[in-house]
């Protein structure tokens, strides 16, 4: 599968951006789908994540209740709606596809996108 994410950009602390991931082939729905991102000098880190059917959703503490996952397998997309952006959100945000391992970590997801990059200022 071949994912490109997109909507990343400069918002002010407080605000909000829905990121996009496109995904070809005909297996997404398949695909429990995760969302990471890196900051400059750290490593990269889950944020979110969806099942294949979309009913069951997990989160990084850091973002609980501010971030949501979805995808619609009718369009081949995963999204993630950021709201009360913070300074420590800044990164680049990639878009995964799972394929076995701990939901949480990196090393289980084996098809990335380019990464976008999401810029909080104060």
């Known amino acids: 599968v071949q994912l490109q994410a997109s909507g990343g950009g400069l918002v002010q602390a407080g605000g909000s951006l829905r990121l996009s991931c496109a995904a070809s082939?005909?297996?997404?729905?398949?695909?429990?789908m995760g969302w990471f991102r890196q900051a400059p000098g750290k490593e990269r880190e889950f944020v979110a994540g969806i099942t294949g059917s979309g009913d069951r959703l997990y989160y990084a503490d850091s973002v609980q209740g501010r971030f949501t996952i979805s995808r619609d397998n009718a369009k081949n997309t995963v999204s993630l709606q950021m709201n009360s952006l913070k300074l420590e959100d800044s990164a680049v945000y990639y878009c995964?596809?799972?394929?076995?391992?701990?939901?949480?970590?990196?090393?289980?997801?084996?098809?990335w996108g380019q990464g976008t990059l999401v810029t909080v200022s104060s």
């Open positions: 082939g005909r297996t997404f729905s398949t695909y429990i």
């Open positions: 995964a596809a799972y394929l076995g391992g701990g939901y949480y970590s990196a090393a289980a997801y084996g098809y």
